[in-house]
Nanobody, 128 residues
Framework: QVQLVESGGGLVQAGDSLSLSCAPS?????????VGWFRQAPGKEREFVAA??????????YYGDSVKLRFFISRDNAKNTMYLQMTRLKPEDTAVYYC??????????????????WGQGTQVTVSS
């Protein structure tokens, strides 16, 4: 069974930057059609953060409204790793962050049901 392994969470102060990484174990990142990040704060539903979708040499990136221009998603096929660079962090960014990957062509990057493989989650806490 493929497992997505995340790293990089932690405790930071408002305004700081933090980078998360995610790598599939037992599968190449390039074999997926889309990868993304979601987050879930206590008592709230899982929220879409960012995604990259690709077909051939063309790729598209998507961001949730609350993180646009602050968070940046990327992937490095050579390192078999995807990243989420988070800048200008706010206390409301505090959540457990999950990486996810889709194996079939996906049309709704913000829909959790498009993704078949998930990471275990990593905690990001932003203090004010």
């Amino acid at each position: 069974q493929v497992q997505l392994v995340e790293s990089g969470g932690g405790l930071v102060q408002a305004g700081d930057s933090l980078s998360l990484s995610c790598a599939p174990s037992g599968r190449t990142l390039s074999s997926y059609t889309m990868v993304g990040w979601f987050r879930q704060a206590p008592g709230k539903e899982r929220e879409f953060v960012a995604a990259i979708r690709w077909r051939g040499s063309t790729s598209w990136t998507y961001y949730g409204d609350s993180v646009k221009l602050r968070f940046f998603i990327s992937r490095d096929n050579a390192k078999n790793t995807m990243y989420l660079q988070m800048t200008r962090l706010k206390p409301e960014d505090t959540a457990v962050y999950y990486c996810a990957a889709a194996s079939t062509y996906a049309s709704a990057p913000g829909d959790v049901h498009e993704y078949g493989d998930w990471g275990q989650g990593t905690q990001v806490t932003v203090s004010s």
